[in-house]
């Protein structure tokens, strides 16, 4: 076994420096897009800043969905969180389509200040890589899509326990920001709210899902 594992090693050591030696000038042009894309820009600034509020659209794909337990009154979930916005400061002519940006763009990036209310545990998920996605498109349009495993707490009503029905929510908000800097809105442009067909519950069964929107008012602010 010593000697393949040796012939194995250095057959990735020689095609390592092949495509080293093989300089692609579309690699190039790209990598010095990515270097110049941030060039003067400010992650702390929201865009539009001093002007209209920043529309983030929302929609989230349940990938499982389970664990509903009435001694502590809460449920897991585990989606597809996606939300998109336009920063126009991120517009580019170089080329004609949508660039996969890398998720250590983020640390750079405005992003909204999401925040899920009624979260009470939460977990990224990173095996393989980080389980994030970042699309940039030429008019500066962002799209951000992370998975999530989240328990959450559901208020449930017993009085007709086991033959009842709970209404359990995801319910996300700005922490920040105000409805008058940014305003979260369910996508229009498809069906916000999907779910994977194989999902079953041992207990309940699910009899309806919907979308709503609202404001509230803190002491901070709308």
């Known amino acids: 076994m010593q000697p393949g594992g040796v012939i194995w090693v250095t057959w990735l050591v020689r095609s390592t420096f092949a495509i080293y030696g093989a300089v692609n000038p579309a690699d190039n042009q790209t990598t010095v897009f990515l270097d110049n894309l941030l060039n003067g820009y400010d992650g702390r600034i929201r865009p539009n800043f001093n002007g209209e509020p920043v529309t983030v659209s929302m929609s989230i794909h349940v990938l499982s969905l389970g664990s509903i337990a009435e001694s502590t009154m809460d449920y897991k979930v585990t989606i597809f969180l996606r939300q998109s916005w336009t920063d126009p400061r991120l517009q580019y002519t170089q ?6 940006l890398d998720p250590s763009f983020l640390k750079k990036l405005w992003v909204p200040d999401t925040f899920v209310v009624n979260e009470k545990q939460a977990a990224f998920h990173d095996i393989t890589k980080e389980n994030k996605m970042v699309r940039l498109s030429p008019e500066g349009a962002i799209l951000y899509s992370v998975r999530l495993s989240l328990t959450l707490s559901c208020p449930m009503q017993l009085h007709d326990f086991p033959m009842d029905s ?43 899902t919907s979308t709503h929107m609202c404001t509230r008012n803190y002491s901070t602010g709308t």
């Open 95 to 100: 080329f004609p389509h949508d660039v996969i």
């Open 166 to 208: 709970q209404l359990c929510v995801i319910q996300l908000e700005s922490y920040a920001f105000g409805t008058h800097e940014v305003r979260f809105a369910w996508d229009a442009g498809m069906d916000p709210l999907g779910m994977d067909e194989d999902i079953n519950l041992p207990q309940y069964a699910i009899s309806e």
